[in-house]
């Protein structure tokens, strides 16, 4: 009961949390989307030929009913600002590039951190807020929209649909399928096994898919008037190496150094035995996305130097430095409400860091974390949460905290918890948040 009590309190918690500030997940109109997603599905299932739509439309049915519930499980978020200034670089692509029939095109804003964007090859698209935040300009956001849009008019999308189906309906596929149903003993484990190499994705694209995707990109985007240099310029920041993401310092050792409860050297003790393995990790496995979103970028971007003379104006970066700052204030929320919480801190204290966060977030938002994980670990649950150090890579600071966090004992947390909001209980009494968390603490110590 204890474990049940302390879920429903953390749960009923986070709630609280996502409904006070940041980011809406949920549209305000829901009921239209769902028609409009309903309504780009049935269009596209009618493209394929009766040999092919049964299957089809089995594949594209599942596709949208994964993507409502991608929408209600709170992937994509419905910011009228960030929407605004989407529309803005899409009102001048399209403006240059009269020919594009736009008119069913729907983008969504997922809140994945991961820079990446995405062509469904039915009038949907994806931005990832990553994306927004790598970004140095409008320019190189419209650079890589002007590169999914070419998957969409090259119709990749549906051909590599058409292509599996080929596979799928293929006789010797069938012949497979059949041997693996007559086996005397494993016969369902064969099939499925069978059936999981079939599954279709319709984010993979092949190498010569984006090869053609830059290439009629860059068609479109050399009809505008953003600087051309910004077209391979974001190639190249999507080619992404290990230590790039998580390379900003954090102060973790004095953030959670307290006069009446020392920071202790063996919170950051890397245990041998527990963290032995022999491949690397991708750190980001738990986002459930790639760093390298694109395959073969240097390649890609010598191909496009080749074909074309990019000329170098001013870029434009106003506009977009507002939204890298409102993605700045409401990426830990983002993953505080994923319970990454791991990464939630490390963006804490890299932003604290740098002076990009006020004081009474700051605080608000490391109690909340602390809170989190002691009921985590005091549910069991902690290990589902937080990834483990990855010896093989080189991001320092995440490492370190995830030692700290996966080191540290209930006995421990409740005293950090405690400790940070006394040393900083004064400047924060009027802060509810706040106080709630120290009171929380506040019990926790009376024992």
Request: no cysteine.
């Given at each position: 009961?204890?474990?049940?009590?302390?879920?429903?309190?953390?749960?009923?918690?986070?709630?609280?949390?996502?409904?006070n500030k940041g980011f809406t997940y949920t549209p305000d109109n829901m009921d239209s989307l769902e028609n409009y997603i309903s309504n780009v599905t049935?269009?596209?299932i009618k493209t394929f030929d009766a040999a092919q739509q049964k299957k089809a439309k089995e594949v594209?049915?599942?596709?949208?009913?994964?993507?409502?519930?991608?929408i209600k499980d709170s992937t994509f978020i419905f910011d009228k600002k960030i929407n605004k200034y989407l529309q803005n670089l899409l009102s001048q692509i399209y403006k240059s590039n009269s020919q594009i029939d736009h008119s069913g095109f729907y983008f969504f804003i997922n809140k994945s951190l991961i820079p990446n964007a995405a062509c469904y090859g039915n009038g949907i698209f994806t931005v990832n807020l990553g994306l927004l935040n790598l970004a140095d300009s409008d320019d190189e956001i419209a650079a890589v929209i002007c590169h999914e849009l070419s998957h969409y008019i090259l119709k990749h999308n549906d051909r590599a649909?058409?292509?599996?189906?080929?596979t799928f309906n293929s006789k010797e596929n069938k012949q497979k399928i059949n041997a693996a149903a007559n086996l005397k003993y494993g016969r369902r484990a064969a099939v499925a096994t069978i059936m999981k190499d079939l599954k279709f994705n319709f984010m993979d694209h092949s190498r010569k898919d984006e090869m053609q995707a830059d290439s009629l990109g860059y068609v479109l985007y050399n009809k505008t008037a953003?600087?051309?240099?910004?077209y391979v310029d974001i190639l190249k920041k999507l080619d992404f190496s290990d230590g790039m993401i998580f390379s900003a310092p954090t102060n973790l050792k004095q953030t959670f150094n307290f006069n009446?409860?020392?920071?202790?050297e063996n919170w950051l003790l890397q245990d041998d035995k527990l963290f032995d393995t022999k491949e690397s990790v991708n750190d980001f496995e738990l986002n459930k996305d790639s760093l390298?979103?694109?395959?073969d970028i240097p390649l890609r971007v010598e191909s496009i130097i080749k074909a074309n003379k990019l000329s170098s104006t001013k870029s434009r970066t106003e506009d977009l430095a507002l939204i890298k700052k409102r993605i700045s204030e409401n990426s830990i929320e983002i993953y505080l409400d994923a319970s990454k919480l791991d990464i939630a801190l490390y963006q804490l204290l890299s932003l604290h860091e740098k002076g990009e966060i006020n004081d009474a977030s700051f605080n608000e938002a490391v109690t909340s974390l602390l809170r989190k994980v002691y009921l985590f670990k005091e549910a069991h649950v902690f290990g589902k949460y937080i990834g483990q150090v990855n010896p093989f890579s080189e991001e320092k600071y995440l490492n370190e905290i995830r030692l700290f966090l996966n080191n540290i004992e209930l006995k421990n947390i409740r005293k950090i918890g405690y400790y940070y909001c006394q040393k900083n209980e004064t400047a924060f009494k009027d802060n509810t948040v706040f106080q709630d968390n120290f009171t929380f603490f506040k019990k926790l110590n009376q024992n």
């Open positions: 009961m204890k474990k049940i009590f302390y879920l429903a309190i953390l749960l009923h918690f986070g709630m609280v949390q996502s409904q049935g269009n596209k594209l049915l599942d596709r949208k009913e994964s993507f409502l519930k991608s649909l058409k292509a599996y189906l080929e953003y600087n051309k240099q910004a009446d409860y020392p920071f202790k390298k979103t694109h395959p």
